[in-house]
């Protein structure tokens, strides 16, 4: 189920960027699915879109207080507010995990495009896609606090969510 495969990438994928590029661990906790995309009221989200057969977007959701850590850790500086470069910073991390799994999922649901990623900063905000989809939702912790990772991936020829079954291309030849 496309749930299951969702939490597994977006565990390793996270786990891999934060460990490699931030040289910080995260701990995952547990996954959930959402009608909505979940976010904070205060904070930072980075969002990606994807597009090909298969179409969707993915986020990465934190504090400010947060965004400030994960920006000192990849850019080797301190950052005591959110600024230009704490949310460049963020919508890079937001790209390589998406990145990553979007790479990890194309064997199965053929290429899937990736747009530039659109970054959010402030308070009392909500983000939300258009339409009714699932949401895959993934909490970690890292440096005493939670953000989030978060994946919507719909089948775009018939405009619902993939559970399973063959590609749209596989079906021509029925």
């Known amino acids: 189920m496309l749930h299951e495969l969702l939490v597994e990438?977006?565990?390793?994928?996270?786990?891999?960027?934060?460990?490699?590029?931030?040289?910080?661990?995260v701990?995952?906790?547990?996954?959930?699915?959402?009608?909505?995309?979940?976010?904070?009221a205060d904070g930072v989200a980075a969002l990606v879109g994807m597009a090909g057969h298969?179409?969707?977007?993915?986020?990465?959701?934190c504090s400010g207080e947060l965004a400030c850590k994960l920006a000192g850790a990849m850019l080797l500086s301190e950052f005591t507010?959110?600024?230009?470069?704490?949310?460049?910073a963020i919508g890079e991390i937001a790209n390589m995990v998406i990145g990553n799994i979007k790479t990890n999922i194309e064997e199965r649901f053929g290429p899937i495009g990736l747009s530039t990623?659109?970054?959010?900063?402030?308070?009392?905000?909500?983000?939300?896609?258009?339409?009714?989809?699932?949401?895959t939702v993934v909490p970690?912790?890292?440096?005493?606090?939670?953000?989030?990772?978060?994946?919507?991936l719909v089948d775009s020829s018939r405009n619902t969510p993939v559970l399973h079954g063959p590609r749209p291309h596989e079906l021509a030849g029925v």
């Open 81 to 88: 507010e959110v600024c230009p470069d704490v949310l460049d």
């Open 140 to 152: 970690f912790e890292c440096a005493g606090e939670q953000f989030l990772v978060q994946m919507m």
């Open 54 to 61: 298969y179409t969707g977007a993915g986020s990465v959701v």
């Open 117 to 135: 990623p659109a970054v959010i900063h402030g308070r009392n905000f909500s983000t939300r896609t258009t339409g009714h989809h699932t949401w």
């Open 9 to 25: 990438e977006i565990k390793s994928a996270t786990a891999s960027v934060f460990d490699t590029m931030l040289g910080l661990p």
């Open 27 to 40: 701990r995952a906790g547990a996954a959930s699915s959402c009608a909505v995309e979940v976010g904070p």
